[in-house]
């Protein structure tokens, strides 16, 4: 049999996961010199709350000690595909890599580059455990994320830039202008997946929501695709950028959820992602 295993960038608690037969392993999130698992000893919230009183938070991938625990256990009976954050966006494919080199059975484990995070990963590792439930085989389930993987499209709107410039993902130039000018400045996914690049720079949320549109129409997207908007706490937008999907895609599935602290670190505050992936069996 095929198990699926993750990790919180699907936005999925790990007592979540347990429930639908889901493994996942919990990024963390360093704060004051202290480490907070996501989901377990930290929420959305409670980091915002800490950001507001001065924090500066970094964020790391999950222990490649875990990693090889969960492979250890579930590979005395079981395949596993390990379906992992887009490689350069976190370590955490890298680290993957490396725990699967060193647990009891290598040969039995397959470590998966989603290319992509969020919602549309969360959409791919559902699908690979639907397929896992129905028997399908591993060379079924890889097949169906290579394919799957390479209609994603994701874009980020971040209200405070110094997050991502902290974290590399965005140049201080581009930090500058969207303080200075006071400017949405929206980021869109590589095709690669291994980074975040420039994408469209407006003054209104209407402007950047038509600018990602024009992508959408330009890839082809419809209601076929599924729809994701994750959120820092910032349901005003997140409501907007639905309400625009739903006059767009009127029978397309769309998703709302609340970032994890570990996106938070990264895109900051009220930051908000639009996504859409179709899976493709």
Same mark, same amino acid.
């Given at each position: #049999?095929?198990? &699926?295993?993750?990790? @919180?960038?699907?936005?999925?608690?790990?007592?979540?996961?347990?429930?639908?037969?889901?493994?996942?392993?919990?990024?963390?999130?360093?704060?004051?010199?202290?480490?907070?698992?996501?989901?377990?000893?930290?929420?959305?919230? =409670?980091?915002?709350?800490?950001?507001?009183?001065?924090?500066?938070?970094?964020?790391?991938?999950?222990?490649?000690?875990? /990693?090889?625990? &969960?492979?250890?256990?579930?590979?005395?009976?079981?395949?596993? &595909?390990?379906?992992?954050?887009?490689?350069? %966006?976190?370590?955490?494919?890298?680290?993957? %890599? #490396?725990? +699967?080199?060193?647990?009891?059975?290598?040969?039995?484990?397959?470590?998966?580059?989603?290319? =992509?995070?969020?919602?549309?990963?969360?959409? %791919? @590792?559902?699908?690979?455990?639907? #397929?896992?439930?129905?028997?399908?085989? +591993?060379?079924?389930?890889?097949? $169906?994320?290579?394919?799957?993987?390479? =209609?994603?499209?994701?874009?980020?709107?971040? $209200?405070? %830039?110094?997050?991502?410039?902290?974290?590399?993902?965005?140049?201080?130039?581009?930090?500058?202008?969207?303080?200075?000018?006071?400017?949405? &400045?929206?980021?869109?996914?590589?095709?690669?997946?291994?980074?975040?690049?420039?994408?469209?720079?407006?003054?209104?949320?209407?402007?950047?929501?038509?600018?990602?549109?024009?992508?959408?129409?330009?890839?082809?997207?419809?209601?076929?695709?599924?729809?994701?908007?994750?959120?820092? #706490?910032?349901?005003? $937008?997140?409501?907007?950028?639905?309400?625009?999907?739903?006059?767009?895609?009127?029978?397309?599935?769309?998703?709302?959820?609340?970032?994890?602290?570990?996106?938070?670190?990264?895109?900051?505050?009220?930051?908000?992602?639009?996504?859409?992936? /179709?899976?493709?069996?």
């Amino acid at each position: #049999m095929i198990k &699926i295993v993750s990790d @919180t960038c699907t936005l999925y608690s790990r007592q979540e996961a347990h429930k639908i037969g889901l493994e996942v392993t919990p990024l963390s999130v360093l704060v004051d010199g202290k480490d907070y698992r996501e989901y377990e000893d930290i929420d959305t919230a =409670t980091l915002i709350e800490k950001i507001s009183n001065g924090a500066v938070p970094t964020s790391s991938q999950p222990s490649i000690g875990e /990693k090889i625990g &969960i492979y250890d256990k579930l590979t005395e009976s079981d395949e596993v &595909i390990d379906i992992t954050i887009a490689q350069g %966006l976190s370590g955490t494919y890298d680290t993957a %890599l #490396m725990a +699967k080199e060193a647990c009891r059975h290598p040969d039995r484990v397959t470590v998966f580059n989603s290319g =992509t995070l969020c919602g549309p990963q969360r959409a %791919l @590792t559902e699908a690979a455990l639907r #397929m896992a439930k129905e028997g399908k085989s +591993k060379e079924e389930i890889l097949t $169906m994320l290579a394919k799957s993987n390479r =209609t994603d499209i994701s874009f980020l709107i971040p $209200m405070d %830039l110094k997050f991502l410039e902290r974290g590399g993902r965005v140049s201080k130039t581009v930090g500058n202008l969207g303080s200075l000018l006071k400017l949405l &400045i929206c980021l869109k996914k590589s095709e690669d997946g291994r980074c975040l690049e420039k994408y469209a720079i407006d003054r209104t949320v209407k402007g950047t929501v038509k600018s990602i549109f024009k992508e959408f129409a330009a890839k082809g997207v419809d209601d076929s695709y599924l729809f994701s908007i994750s959120h820092a #706490m910032n349901e005003e $937008m997140a409501g907007k950028l639905s309400r625009a999907l739903k006059d767009a895609f009127p029978r397309a599935h769309i998703d709302l959820f609340e970032l994890s602290p570990v996106f938070l670190t990264q895109g900051g505050p009220r930051c908000c992602a639009i996504q859409a992936i /179709k899976i493709i069996r």
